[in-house]
């Protein structure tokens, strides 16, 4: 094991992100060599004076990027730098044929191929020069928003093409409705197991985000009230329609509670409904109920494609002006181009096409689920990007994604979508859309199955 140890004073705030990157510092200079093995959790946490939490999440973090690994019973190691793909918009990785279940992504085929192609050659004969050369309006052209105005009536929500702004997808709109509403120091609220990017914005922002108890349908209302009461709260971000990690669908009634509570305390709300209308028969969003204080944020890429990167932010029209502001230090603009291509297809039907397809095929997916892991602890919903596998006593979260990815399938860990006040889970995240060929996602799934079956072995043995 390394003798590597980062001094507590030289750490940047976040404390997580501090220590990653001051390892990612080592790891690029040398000091830290392939193949060299980081201290255990509790070692470092215990030098630093700092959660054994804190640790993890450090090490979640390069993890993700690929520059570290674990190896059951060994440790964690520094890995070679991870190859670039020639190709990196396949859907599986490159990476010796991995089943790639661990990111939450829709489905595609050649119709999205052949759509694409149409309304390129569209573009080529009849595009508008604005489109390509247009800076202004930051808030976004006036026909994309008039566009918007449709697909938003289509998610439930009735709105003047005014009170929309153009954005480059959800995180986008994220980050662009948090910064205008929010200060730092200022408390976010959302459910205790989260959407993994409000917990890594609100730490990028400064905000103190707070997770509250929830249920099945997500936030307890009688938890919202009970931190109103208490502590002045300044946005309650929810994600009420099966994008969560919890894979809710929040009922009308707790959507009404829950909006109750935000007018009797002030409380901004921040909406995340990336999926739109995919979901059938579900209730109107929280931002139809509260229009004046909710801002509601929605884009393409979860339930038409994930290249079509533009999408809407609905706000009030108090708040407009700053989260123009927020606009223009951001990106000063939504891309048009991309604005225009959804517009587009929302305008001849294609949105209303795809979106349907995309439907069918989710549904499909978590049949063969309910086939292949029948025996087994696990929740989803039919239009749901991804499931949650809850795991028998034998199986922590952290082996089972090391064991399956020994066996060539990724899954994700429960920890990048836990808040401080979540309590422990030992599940793992499971998306039906990463891989495109049905038989791979059959296989992947029983690759699982098989695992589930008996008790986890030491890893040097199954590579």
């Given at each position: 094991m390394t003798k590597w140890i980062p001094k507590r004073e030289a750490l940047d705030r976040p404390l997580h992100i501090g220590i990653a990157n001051m390892l990612r510092n080592a790891i690029s200079e040398g000091e830290l060599p392939i193949g060299a093995r980081l201290p255990?959790?509790?070692?470092?946490?215990?030098?630093?004076?700092?959660?054994?939490?804190?640790?993890?999440?450090?090490?979640?973090?390069?993890?993700?990027?690929?520059?570290?690994?674990?190896?059951?019973?060994?440790?964690?190691?520094?890995?070679?730098?991870?190859?670039?793909?020639?190709?990196?918009?396949?859907?599986?990785?490159?990476?010796?044929?991995?089943?790639?279940?661990?990111?939450?992504?829709?489905?595609?085929?050649?119709?999205?191929?052949?759509?694409?192609?149409?309304?390129?050659?569209?573009?080529?004969?009849?595009?508008?020069?604005?489109?390509?050369?247009?800076?202004?309006?930051?808030?976004?052209?006036?026909?994309?928003?008039?566009?918007?105005v449709k697909w938003l009536a289509r998610c439930g929500l009735e709105v003047a093409a005014g009170n929309v702004v153009m954005t480059n997808g959800v995180c986008h709109g994220m980050a662009t409705a948090l910064s205008s509403v929010a200060r730092p120091g200022d408390i976010v609220v959302t459910d205790s197991i989260a959407h993994h990017l409000i917990i890594s914005l609100c730490s990028y922002l400064g905000l103190r985000l707070q997770g509250l108890k929830m249920d099945e349908q997500g936030v307890l209302p009688e938890a919202f009230e009970e931190a109103c009461k208490h502590q002045d709260i300044k946005v309650f971000f929810t994600v009420p329609t099966l994008a969560g990690p919890s894979v809710s669908l929040m009922s009308a009634a707790r959507r009404e509670a829950l909006v109750r509570i935000a007018r009797q305390y002030d409380v901004l709300i921040v909406e995340d409904d990336v999926l739109g209308p995919l979901p059938e028969d579900r209730p109107p969003p929280l931002a139809a109920l509260a229009p004046e204080r909710a801002i509601y944020l929605t884009s393409f890429t979860k339930c038409l494609m994930p290249g079509l990167r533009t999408g809407y932010l609905v706000a009030p029209t108090p708040l407009l002006p700053a989260i123009t502001g927020r606009l223009v230090v951001f990106s000063w603009m939504a891309t048009p181009l991309v604005s225009e291509i959804a517009s587009r297809w929302i305008d001849d039907g294609t949105a209303e096409e795809l979106m349907l397809w995309q439907r069918q095929k989710i549904a499909e997916r978590h049949a063969i689920v309910a086939e292949e892991l029948a025996e087994f602890d696990w929740t989803g919903h039919p239009s749901a990007l991804h499931f949650w596998l809850s795991l028998p006593g034998q199986w922590s979260a952290q082996s089972m994604v090391e064991h399956a990815r020994a066996h060539g399938v990724a899954v994700a860990p429960p920890q990048p979508f836990m808040t401080a006040q979540s309590a422990p889970i030992n599940a793992v995240r499971i998306a039906v859309g990463g891989v495109a060929a049905t038989d791979r996602f059959r296989q992947g799934l029983v690759l699982i199955r098989e695992l589930l079956k008996r008790a986890p072995e030491p890893l040097p043995q199954l590579l």
């Open positions: 255990p959790h509790r070692t470092l946490a215990d030098v630093l004076g700092v959660s054994v939490h804190t640790v993890s999440k450090a090490y979640d973090e390069l993890t993700r990027a690929g520059l570290i690994g674990g190896q059951v019973g060994r440790g964690t190691f520094v890995l070679e730098p991870p190859m670039l793909s020639g190709q990196p918009y396949l859907m599986e990785r490159a990476d010796q044929g991995l089943i790639d279940l661990s990111i939450a992504r829709p489905l595609y085929d050649t119709l999205h191929a052949s759509r694409m192609r149409r309304v390129l050659e569209g573009l080529t004969a009849d595009i508008d020069m604005n489109v390509y050369l247009a800076c202004r309006p930051n808030v976004g052209l006036e026909k994309h928003r008039q566009a918007g």
